[in-house]
């Protein structure tokens, strides 16, 4: 297993409206791919990744996450469901108004992606329109 060598983030980083550093930026792209996840830990179902990076994630989930919680994910990559497995740190949490599709936005950091699921995410988000 390897790092993503992602410096920690703070609560506030990568929020939506947040001013991410263009450092960060220009490392780790945001954009939205047909990606899924899932927490085989929670035994729930996979579900739609909003943007993506090498770095991190961002979710929307009904589920009360706290910062620093670790989770063992796992990704589903296009194009064909290729599953990839990555230690994630949530990174933020945001209550979201009662109209929105989920209670919480979250972001989790990707901690260690070995080195195949690295090359194989870096392929899936090539091409993908920035977010």
Known sequence: MVSTAAPLRTQDQDKPGSHESQEERRRFPRVKAPIFFQIPRLRDEHRPVLDVSLGGLRVYSDDGFQVGERFQLELLLPPDGTEIS????????????????????????LLIVDDDGLRLLGRALEGAPPV
């Open 86 to 109: 990555a230690l994630a740190q949530v990174a933020w949490v945001e209550r979201l108004p009662p109209d929105s599709p989920a209670r919480y936005d979250v972001g989790f950091e």
